[in-house]
């Protein structure tokens, strides 16, 4: 019988610390953790046979083991490159799948919105782009580049002639500045939107508390109690909200918010009062401008382009209060509804502070020339 000298290993202060963790650790894979212990133990001076009994393994997994590392420290505890069986699918017919799935189904005559894994392995097999293939092995096909026809997102184009110019005023405005001058000392930037009809949907069974591995449960079924309406005004500078619940909006709600705003003492003496809008019906056009201004002959009131509230910073106001006081909806009463919305922005308002806006005029002038750098659409009808 041959007589096995086992190999010496020593370890360096870094090689036990990584070994170590990597045997204690909870989400080690087992293989590794097993190498891990083979090698801690041989620098323990242990024979071969004895970690072979106390781990359960055989004497030639030790000394494989034991052997690589001596030879290559913690990179020979890796796997070996393999070669693995040869690909069954060519390179031609993976290029066919890729090409298929950048492809809209209805350009192919196929009536789907989108493609789907099994989908894709029919119409290739079914148009002789390929052998019959598996949808796995188009899945795995795709995850290589990676992509994922099945998925979608929406996305508007600018319809708005002056798009560019509008929204750089309101960047402008959060960085600071005005019609290339910088803002005067007492200026005022408010952003003011409504959020639509909120529904009081009182549960028709108890909303229950959270428990030990169960979180709050909120039955499905609910009555409606009515809706009311959210408007808010954001100051730019301090993060401070105004508020008001309203059974609707309309002209004379959104008024009565910016009277409510106008009569506080910094807006009330401030030289300027940039009121940053969307084109809602409340406040949309000159008209809006010449009525604002003759109540408020500070205000300024500057619009949005169309399709571009994401502009306006108080609608990220609204989806804190969405996320924090409306879901889940459980509510007994407009009554009630309006006095939790309120007084959440009474709490909101206690350690408020301005968002961290960082999305400027040049940001937009990069996002615009890549829209433009794609061919627009000719059924998208034009702006007037």
């Known amino acids: ?75 020979g505890l890796a796997d070996l490159p393999r070669s693995g069986r040869p690909r069954r699918i060519s390179a031609l017919e993976r290029a066919a799948v890729v090409a298929l799935a950048c492809q809209l189904p209805a350009a192919t005559g196929v009536p789907l919105a989108r493609w789907s894994g099994p989908e894709l392995a029919a119409e290739i097999t079914k148009a002789g782009l390929a052998s019959p293939i598996s949808p796995s092995s188009v899945l795995r096909i795709l995850a290589e580049h990676p992509i994922k026809p099945w998925q979608y997102q929406s996305w508007i184009y600018p319809r708005d002639p002056d798009f560019a110019t509008k929204a750089t005023v309101i960047l402008d405005l959060y960085q600071g500045y005005y019609q290339g001058k910088r803002l005067r000392p007492g200026d005022q930037v408010i952003s003011v939107d409504a959020k639509p009809p909120i529904q009081a949907r009182a549960r028709c069974h108890p909303t229950s508390p959270p428990g030990p591995g169960r979180p709050i449960r909120v039955e499905h079924e609910y009555q409606r109690q009515g809706a009311l309406a959210l408007l808010a005004a954001l100051d730019v500078h301090t993060g401070k909200v105004f508020a008001s619940t309203p059974a609707t909006t309309g002209i004379a709600p959104f008024m009565a918010l910016i009277g409510q705003v106008m009569s506080a003492g910094p807006y009330k003496s401030a030289s300027r009062v940039f009121v940053i809008v969307d084109n809602g019906s409340d406040h949309r056009g000159k008209k809006a401008a010449r009525r604002l201004r003759d109540a408020y002959p500070n205000a300024i009131m500057i619009h949005t382009p169309v399709h571009a509230s994401w502009l306006n910073q108080v609608e990220v106001v609204f989806s804190i209060i969405q996320k924090k006081v409306i879901s889940p909806n459980d509510f007994a009463s407009t009554a009630q509804l309006a006095a939790t919305l309120l007084a959440f922005i009474d709490r909101y308002n206690q350690t408020a502070r301005p968002f961290n806006w960082k999305y400027t005029a040049a940001d937009l002038a990069r996002l615009l020339d890549r829209i433009n750098a794609h061919e627009k659409p000719a059924s998208l009808p034009q702006a007037a």
């Open 1 to 75: 019988m041959p007589q096995y000298r086992a190999v010496l290993v020593t370890l360096s202060a870094g090689e036990r610390r990584r070994l170590k963790k990597r045997a204690r650790g909870g989400k080690t894979a087992y293989r590794d953790w097993l190498r891990a212990q083979i090698v801690l133990a041989a620098a323990r001076g242990r024979a071969s046979t004895r970690i072979a009994a106390d781990l359960h393994v055989s004497v030639d997994t030790v000394r494989k083991w034991r052997g690589r590392f001596a030879a290559r420290g913690l990179d």
